[in-house]
């Protein structure tokens, strides 16, 4: 799941979509700095693999732009985009009304559900009352968050984490009752040698707050960009080269419903 190796770091194509000429800068792949795995890998070298890193070289080899990853802390991609620091946010980022005020997004690039993590042979019942009085971690400035607000922010205790990798240590370590995250980045951490004592509590209910899926957040005005990735998305997920991808780094279909 862990093994391609790829960097952004440096030209995945010679060329312009429209023009076919050589690009003048790099389009800037914006992706947190915090890795979160299997989606977005950290090497000790520096390089960044996992399967965003690569569909965004796929992407953006179809479209014949230049691209180089620029890692920026989590809460503050999106401030990042607005100041032209990066040109995209590629970052497991889902798509929301809330975010939609103020960026773009592509076409649904993937869609997981979410699920909640315990310790093994713990009784949780994960209704509102059922929830009273408990823990629950969760990352900051995610749809996960909302959704745990919205549902326990009157019965259970909400506590905030900056990254994925220190909700998990809490979690491993006992000092919260539940995590909610990503439902594959859960099964991966659960294999581990970290979550090794955790489990699967079962997937949140939809909900609205979710969104479609997860989408390269753009800024408004760079409608060209936009159609560019839209197109790229559409070519990948219909020609084959997406489910290739994708089967690499999981056992499930995460292609956009």
């Known amino acids: ?14 060329g312009l979509a429209a023009s076919g000429a050589m690009a003048a800068t790099p389009l800037k792949i914006g992706v947190a700095a915090e890795p979160y795995p299997p989606f977005s890998i950290k090497g000790s070298n520096g390089q960044w693999s996992g399967f965003e ?14 691209c180089q990853i620029t890692e920026v802390a989590w809460d503050g991609i999106i401030p990042s985009l607005q100041g032209k620091k990066i040109d995209v946010i590629f970052s ?8 939609q005020k103020v960026i773009n997004f592509s076409k649904p690039y993937y869609y997981t559900d979410a699920m909640f993590v315990g310790a093994k042979g713990s009784k ?7 929830m009273r009085g408990k823990t629950i971690g969760v990352q900051s400035s995610t749809v996960n968050a909302s959704f745990v607000m919205k549902r ?9 984490y900056n990254t994925q990798d220190e909700l998990n240590a809490d979690m491993a370590a006992g000092r919260i009752d539940a995590m909610l995250l990503d439902g594959l980045a859960a099964g991966d951490f659960l294999a581990s040698k970290q979550g090794a004592q955790l489990e699967s509590k079962g997937l949140a209910p939809r909900d609205p707050l979710f969104g479609p899926g997860i989408g390269a ?25 997406y489910d290739a991808i994708q089967k690499k780094y999981f056992k499930i279909s995460v292609a956009p419903k």
């Open 1 to 14: 799941m862990k093994t391609t190796m790829l960097s952004l770091c440096c030209a995945v194509s010679l």
């Open 53 to 66: 890193v690569e569909l965004v070289n796929r992407l953006c080899q179809e479209m014949k732009t230049q």
């Open 92 to 99: 497991s980022m889902s798509i929301t009304p809330e975010r």
């Open 124 to 130: 949780l019942d994960l209704s509102p009352a059922g």
């Open 152 to 160: 326990y922010g009157q019965s259970a205790s909400i506590k905030y």
């Open 217 to 241: 957040g753009l800024r408004k005005q760079d409608v060209a960009l936009k159609q560019q990735f839209d197109a790229a998305i559409d070519k990948l997920l219909k020609g084959g080269s």
